[in-house]
């Protein structure tokens, strides 16, 4: 006997959704085995297509995890091999390869195409959390029409199709991390491919926790790359629009993990209300790519927002982001008692408008010459007036080596005893250091500084934190 199938199915999604995984996997074990009894038509689609979500469970737990790219090696480059193909890439594949074999034999079935309301039974979108009533407490094996086993095995078949593309996704965002370059145009376009091929492929509504899962995953992940390449433009209102939806769709997703969770009771199973605790690493990472882009853009727009709000104010508010640049900064600048430590941008070859909202039509002058670098962000907070001619002719006449990876470049004035560091932070983004005083090359607290926080910044770190410690 199955223990109400209909119900079983949609509880076992739901757990899947709320990343309930090992619920998931010994429910759907436990259900296979039952149909397994009596192997024959509806009753063994249905135990089979059980056995594919005990090991679809497994995978997800694995994908949620990230653990898949703790078998991947640091060699960038073993990423693009076509013959590299990790263990959770075959388990997908596997999961992909069954629910399509089985497919075969049942489109060849008699009358497994048949409408699911001559059937008499008929699917409900389940509610967040299924409910006693929405669960038969028992009924007769293999209750479940074979047409409904098709439309669920057709679409998990294209679910697993999305996760093999997410995983490339994944594998890219930490390469980019190791290479220390992001090219996040070419990524965007493939999160949104991914978007566009299988946002509505997986819609049946016994499916909702997974395809809910599924699109806050894929919205999130496409909002936060295009806040860090609006940051690129250096464009105020996108930014803060991009970062503002992903934030509201990561909140709609912890809270699908905080919720707490009242399982029905399922006849054969003993459930108790359980509450998740602790975060999935995936859904951990995102909220710390978040956290890192929310920093960086609080670097970038920081005389931007100087002018909405009173400076210990703004203060206040960055003291919150991870990292805390202006404390990072605040605290070199004391330590190695520099003149100024500044964030410039080049708008050279940019269609540079400034931030804020333009009028339409309105096509504003191009600044020239020394006003083609404005001053982003300076600690002390005055600009060094005196020192900026020589920080302009740094950064144009050195432009090469700067976006040489990881270089920094010296200038020192020995008639006035003065010494530039600078560093390429990204495309146009510079990080300068002025020292009134002759300081070698290689101060190790000066370039360390530098490379650390041009990494930050990069979001490299946090790309590289994809995977986890082992």
């Known amino acids: 006997m ?58 997800e737990k694995m994908y949620f995890s990230l653990s898949f790219l703790t078998q991947t090696p640091n060699n960038p480059k073993a990423f693009r091999r076509k013959d590299a193909r990790i263990p959770l890439q075959g388990m997908y594949g596997q999961i992909k390869q069954d629910l399509d074999r089985r497919l075969e034999i049942l489109y060849r079935t008699p009358d497994t195409l048949g409408t699911e309301s001559s059937s008499g039974f008929s699917f409900t979108a389940p509610s967040p959390t299924p409910s006693t009533s929405s669960i038969p407490t028992s009924g007769p094996a293999g209750q479940i029409p074979s047409a409904v086993v098709v439309h669920l095995s057709e679409q998990l078949s294209h679910f697993t199709t ?29 999160i949104e491919q991914v978007m566009t091929t299988y946002g509505k492929e997986f819609h049946h509504p016994a499916l909702s926790p997974l395809e809910s899962s599924f699109s806050l995953e894929t919205e999130v992940l496409k909002h936060l790359i295009s806040a860090q390449l609006r940051m690129l433009d250096w464009n105020f209102m996108a930014s803060l629009v991009h970062l503002t939806h992903a934030h509201r769709r990561l909140q709609m997703w912890t809270s699908i993990q905080q919720a707490e969770e009242r399982p029905a009771q399922l006849p054969g199973y003993r459930t108790s209300p359980t ?30 927002l100087s002018k909405q709000t009173t ?29 100024s430590v500044c964030v410039v941008l080049d708008t050279n070859g940019m269609d540079y408008r400034g931030a804020g909202y333009q009028l339409p039509g309105h096509q504003p002058e191009a600044p020239s010459g020394l006003n083609s670098y404005p001053l982003l962000f300076c600690y002390p907070p005055e600009k060094p007036a005196k020192h900026w001619a020589p920080i302009v002719m740094t950064l144009a006449e050195e432009s090469r080596r700067l976006a040489e990876p990881d270089n920094i470049v010296t200038v020192s004035d020995r008639a006035m005893d003065r010494t530039y560091f600078a560093a390429q932070i990204e495309p146009r983004f510079y990080i300068v250091i002025v020292f009134e005083v002759k300081k070698s090359e290689k101060d190790v607290t000066v370039t360390q500084f530098l490379l650390d926080i041009v990494s930050q910044l990069r979001c490299s770190k946090t790309l590289e934190s994809l995977k986890p410690a082992q």
């Not at 593309?165 to 493939?190: A, W």
Request: hydrophobic share 40%; with cysteine; aromatic share 10%.
């Open 2 to 59: 199955m223990s109400g199938d209909t119900g079983v199915l949609e509880y076992v999604f739901y757990c899947i959704g709320r990343c309930s995984f090992d619920r998931a996997k010994e429910i759907s074990e436990k259900e296979e085995k039952a149909a397994g009894k009596n192997p024959q038509g509806s009753v063994l689609a249905l135990s089979q297509l059980m056995a594919s979500l005990g090991q679809l469970s497994a995978a």
């Open 162 to 190: 999305a996760r093999l593309d997410m995983i490339e996704i994944y594998e890219q965002l930490h390469e980019m991390g190791l290479n220390r370059v992001g090219q996040y145009g070419s990524l965007l376009t493939k």
């Open 275 to 304: 509450k998740t605790t602790t975060w999935p690493a995936l859904l951990t990472w995102f909220s710390k790519y978040q956290t890192a882009l929310l920093a960086k853009f609080s670097l970038y727009f920081h005389d931007v």
């Open 311 to 339: 400076l210990p104010d703004l203060r206040n508010l960055m003291t919150k982001t991870v990292p805390d640049y202006h404390q990072k900064i605040l605290q070199f600048q004391r330590k190695s008692d520099a003149h």
